[in-house]
């Protein structure tokens, strides 16, 4: 594991600069798993007992099946409508816990484009993931994703 920690300035504690390479280079890959509707390989990104809660409200989706059942369920509403959904990350903060995994809060914004349409924000949300970084390389222990108001 290189989880490595450095404190900064500002008491907040910081991995390696390997460590958030990695982890940016992770959430790359499982967004455009998302986005491709590569539900399995999206669930894959998750520990077995992994939790994924997307809409504040709804009880989080546990286990990667539950996981796959929870994507495609959602997505069904988006079956008669051509839209390509993108998630975009940014502003990753990693911290090192005390027992070995790391917290991530990000930014999130999630971009609509339609056929011959402009691409369109319809929502921003921060996303609170649990990583691990073990024999399977990172992996999230969970995700929770609340939505700002507006």
């Not at 600069?17 to 982890?23: E, F, I, M, P």
């Not at 998630?87 to 971009?111: K, R």
Request: glycine residues 8%; contains cysteine.
């Amino acid at each position: 594991m290189t989880t490595s920690m450095t404190t900064t300035t500002a008491g907040h504690s910081a991995v390696s600069a390997d460590l958030y390479l990695r982890v940016q280079h992770f959430y790359a890959h499982q967004m455009q798993h998302l986005d491709s509707g590569r539900f399995e390989e999206y669930a894959a990104t998750f520990t077995e007992d992994g939790e994924f809660q997307h809409s504040p409200g709804v009880e989080p989706a546990r286990t990667r099946p539950g996981i796959v059942r929870e994507l495609v369920g959602f997505h069904e509403r988006f079956d008669n409508d051509p839209v390509q959904r993108r998630h975009w990350f940014n502003h990753i903060a990693l911290e090192l816990q005390e027992d070995g995994t790391v917290s991530s809060t990000a930014y999130a914004l999630v971009v609509n484009v339609r056929p011959g349409g402009k691409p369109e924000i319809t929502r921003s949300c921060v996303v609170h993931d649990t990583v691990v970084d073990g024999p399977e390389g990172i992996l999230l222990k969970s995700r929770r994703v609340t939505h700002d108001e507006g």
